[in-house]
């Protein structure tokens, strides 16, 4: 059975189903529109990814500011520390994130509403990350937060070692001086 849990961030949903295995390996539901509808997810999605990173990957944190993505957001293959942001200026929680461990024996899926960005750190050797968004990629809205924005508090397990970052993620303005969500 398909169930859902709230976390400390009001929207940002963790959705674990039912895993079925046996000697062979194992088969497990992802999506299921009536049942997502049932839990107050959403059940239209207009495209699907995929990524591949090596260990101390660390991407994001991305969101677009028009045609805002919401992301339902699965690990394949690996582990990480998947992580999301406010930024939607009026809203209470804006500026707060939440951590969570995302991995492939859990198959634990992450719920991210449009309105968050969303950045993961790879800590197995290879991670898989398969995702579903709401809205189509629109590179000309698309805009990142640094990942080591100190009003962010977030703590990435990197254990001494330096992330690998895109460009763009390195040159990434801090919160405050973001092209945000009204």
């Known amino acids: 059975?398909?169930?859902?849990?709230?976390?400390?961030l009001e929207g940002v949903l963790l959705v674990d189903g039912d895993r079925f295995g046996d000697d062979r390996g194992f088969f497990t539901e992802v999506y299921?529109?009536?049942k997502f509808a049932a839990l107050g997810l959403p059940t239209e999605f207009v495209q699907d990814n995929h990524s591949r990173s090596v260990r101390h990957t660390l991407r994001g944190l991305h969101y677009q500011v028009r045609h805002p993505q919401g992301k339902l957001v699965?690990?394949?293959?690996?582990a990480v520390l998947?992580?999301?942001?406010?930024v939607r200026r009026s809203s209470p929680q804006f500026g707060r994130s939440l951590a969570v461990r995302l991995d492939e024996?859990?198959?634990?899926?992450l719920w991210v509403p449009?309105?968050?960005?969303?950045?993961f750190l790879v800590l197995s050797p290879v991670a898989d990350l398969s995702y579903k968004?709401?809205?189509l990629y629109d590179a000309g809205a698309d805009r990142v937060i640094r990942w080591n924005d100190p009003t962010l508090s977030i703590d990435w397990p990197l254990d001494g070692s330096i992330p690998i970052l895109s460009a763009k993620d390195a040159a990434a303005p801090l919160l405050d001086a973001a092209e945000l969500l009204p």
Do not use: I, L, S
């Open 133 to 135: 968004c709401t809205t």
């Open 105 to 109: 024996d859990t198959e634990r899926q």
């Open 32 to 34: 299921h529109r009536e």
């Open 114 to 119: 449009p309105g968050f960005a969303h950045g």
């Open 1 to 8: 059975m398909m169930q859902v849990t709230t976390t400390a």
């Open 74 to 78: 699965r690990v394949v293959r690996g």
């Open 82 to 86: 998947d992580v999301v942001v406010d």
